[in-house]
């Protein structure tokens, strides 16, 4: 199926004039990783839409305080993960506000990066509407995607690669079997980590979600 400008703006809540940047890409993504029907179609687009801002922000935001730090990995940056509240350990101290130095402390000797120095946990940071985060996972995506295993992740950044990005992800997390049983809960889990709640903007995903295939649906 092809999916018309008018319910990319409705499914991810982008403006007309990136639907139109964006119409191409994600129809391109949808057939080559087999999202073509209704659901699956609705539930990539709603989920897009949250995870981008609207099919604006790409990169995984890293600039944490160190208060932040100890909130969000309790277990590595915090005195006392049992705690409350959380109190920053000294490393978190040290990282805060440093995007940088925090990717490579925590995404290292992880999902197939290097050590610290590698620099690969800010080279593989999330990036892409999903959030590819990782060696491995950006390697695995470029080679389904037919891409040399040494592109630049920051590829996937940019509408072609960042919709083919996302459509592996939604193929490879198994999303499609659950979007076309209407379970948009589980979908979202899979996406975001959580069932759809205030905290990741869940209402908004389902009202989207539905909005979509009302329109698909005529």
């Known amino acids: 199926m092809n999916v018309s400008e008018e319910v990319i703006v409705i499914g991810t809540g982008c403006s007309p004039s990136q639907a139109k940047v964006w119409s191409g890409p994600i129809n391109s993504a949808l057939i080559k990783f087999g999202i073509t029907t209704i659901n699956p179609v609705a539930a990539f687009l709603a989920n897009a839409g949250v995870e981008t801002g609207g099919l604006k922000a790409f990169t995984e935001n890293l600039n944490y305080s160190a208060q932040g730090l100890a909130n969000t990995w309790k277990s590595r940056y915090s005195v006392d993960p049992k705690a409350t509240p959380k109190v920053p350990n000294a490393l978190a101290l040290q990282l805060a506000k440093r995007p940088e130095a925090i990717a490579n402390n925590c995404y290292a000797d992880r999902m197939g990066n290097g050590n610290e120095a ?25 080679k389904a995607a037919g891409l040399p295993e040494d592109s630049d992740p920051a590829i996937v950044c940019e ?7 996302a459509a592996w992800f939604f193929k490879e997390r198994g999303c499609i079997p659950l979007a076309e049983k209407d379970n948009i809960s589980a979908v979202v889990k899979l996406i975001n980590g959580a069932v759809p709640g205030a905290a990741n903007h869940g209402p908004l995903r389902v009202s989207r979600y539905l909005a979509a295939k009302r329109a698909m649906r005529g």
């Open 118 to 142: 590698s620099g690969d946990g800010w080279k593989y940071r999330g990036q892409g509407i999903f959030q590819l985060t990782g060696r491995a996972n950006f390697q695995a995506f470029f």
């Open 159 to 165: 509408p072609q690669s960042a919709a083919l990005s």
